[in-house]
């Protein structure tokens, strides 16, 4: 992990808040709602994930430069019972190479449990598979038993057999030995297009998990067009700059 660098710009207490790690997937679905998330809540940037390997670029948003993986919190939001709830997210457009996806998932989990961190919630997409007319599913996988029962508690089906690759894959094995509480959460989405919907179904999930912290998917469902486009325009935009990068193999899952 010494390449891999976690910056705080400024601390925040972060204990038994929820993590959202958001790195581009299927339909780009983990990205769209990790900036809908950030938008709608109004989250500030506290910090950032550097490393040599990732793509040379600075990602801009609200006029504002900032590196390729970034850090985001707000406020606690508590209820008259005493309870609070807080939600952060790391996020990123990029997918890292294959060399730095192990460190930089071991510098999440490291940094989750430094910041006493509730639970991680990777977001994921899977391919959705016959009429592009039905509804899109969301599934999920646990990386322990506590996850597990959180998943039945909320109606979420589990994933019995697949494969998940990149920092959710390893994010999920590691929180296996490293004994943390890991979730990923994958929605059904469209290969062919970046899929506002697909993200909007995830929100939904994330909403139910934290009724304190209203995250309303109706306006994503509403301008999925046009969030999609500006996506579209984005991915063209970062192209001509772009060293090349090994393909990802497809993901599979069960």
Same mark, same amino acid.
């Given at each position: 992990?010494?390449?891999?660098?976690?910056?705080?710009?400024?601390?925040?207490?972060?204990?038994?808040?929820?993590?959202?790690?958001?790195?581009?997937?299927?339909?780009?679905?983990?990205?769209?709602?990790?900036?809908?998330?950030?938008?709608?809540?109004?989250?500030?940037?506290?910090?950032?994930?550097?490393?040599?390997?990732?793509?040379?670029?600075?990602?801009?948003?609200?006029?504002?430069?900032?590196?390729?993986?970034?850090?985001?919190?707000?406020?606690?939001?508590?209820?008259?019972?005493?309870?609070?709830?807080?939600?952060a997210v790391i996020i990123s457009e990029f997918m890292p190479p294959y060399s730095v996806i192990k460190p930089l998932a071991d510098k999440i989990l490291?940094?989750?449990?430094?910041?006493?961190?509730?639970?991680?919630?990777?977001?994921? &997409?899977?391919?959705?598979?016959?009429?592009? %007319? $039905?509804? @899109? =599913?969301? /599934? &999920?996988?646990?990386?322990?038993?506590?996850? %597990? $029962?959180? @998943? =039945?508690? /909320? &109606?979420?089906e589990e994933t019995k057999e697949g494969m998940i690759a990149g920092v959710n894959g390893v994010l999920l094995y590691e929180g296996v030995f490293m004994?943390?509480?890991?979730?990923?959460?994958?929605?059904?989405?469209?290969?062919?297009?970046?899929?506002?919907?697909?993200?909007?179904?995830?929100?939904?999930?994330?909403?139910?998990?934290?009724?304190?912290?209203?995250?309303?998917?109706?306006?994503?469902y509403k301008e999925a067009e046009e969030i999609e486009k500006k996506i579209r325009t984005f991915m063209e935009q970062s192209k001509p700059t772009a060293?090349?990068?090994?393909?990802?193999?497809?993901?599979?899952?069960?």
């Amino acid at each position: 992990m010494d390449d891999i660098e976690l910056i705080e710009y400024k601390k925040v207490d972060l204990s038994n808040s929820l993590l959202v790690v958001a790195f581009p997937t299927v339909g780009l679905i983990s990205s769209i709602a990790g900036r809908y998330i950030i938008d709608s809540l109004k989250l500030e940037e506290i910090g950032a994930i550097l490393s040599k390997e990732f793509m040379p670029a600075t990602v801009i948003h609200n006029s504002k430069p900032s590196p390729p993986v970034r850090i985001y919190a707000g406020r606690k939001k508590c209820g008259p019972d005493g309870s609070c709830e807080q939600i952060a997210v790391i996020i990123s457009e990029f997918m890292p190479p294959y060399s730095v996806i192990k460190p930089l998932a071991d510098k999440i989990l490291e940094w989750m449990k430094m910041k006493g961190c509730k639970a991680i919630v990777a977001l994921e &997409g899977t391919h959705a598979l016959g009429d592009n %007319k $039905k509804e @899109l =599913k969301v /599934y &999920g996988v646990g990386s322990n038993l506590e996850m %597990k $029962k959180l @998943l =039945k508690k /909320y &109606g979420i089906e589990e994933t019995k057999e697949g494969m998940i690759a990149g920092v959710n894959g390893v994010l999920l094995y590691e929180g296996v030995f490293m004994q943390s509480d890991v979730m990923c959460l994958l929605s059904e989405a469209h290969v062919s297009y970046p899929d506002s919907r697909a993200a909007g179904n995830l929100l939904q999930k994330l909403d139910v998990m934290l009724p304190g912290i209203k995250i309303d998917p109706e306006p994503l469902y509403k301008e999925a067009e046009e969030i999609e486009k500006k996506i579209r325009t984005f991915m063209e935009q970062s192209k001509p700059t772009a060293p090349s990068l090994p393909p990802i193999p497809s993901q599979m899952y069960g």
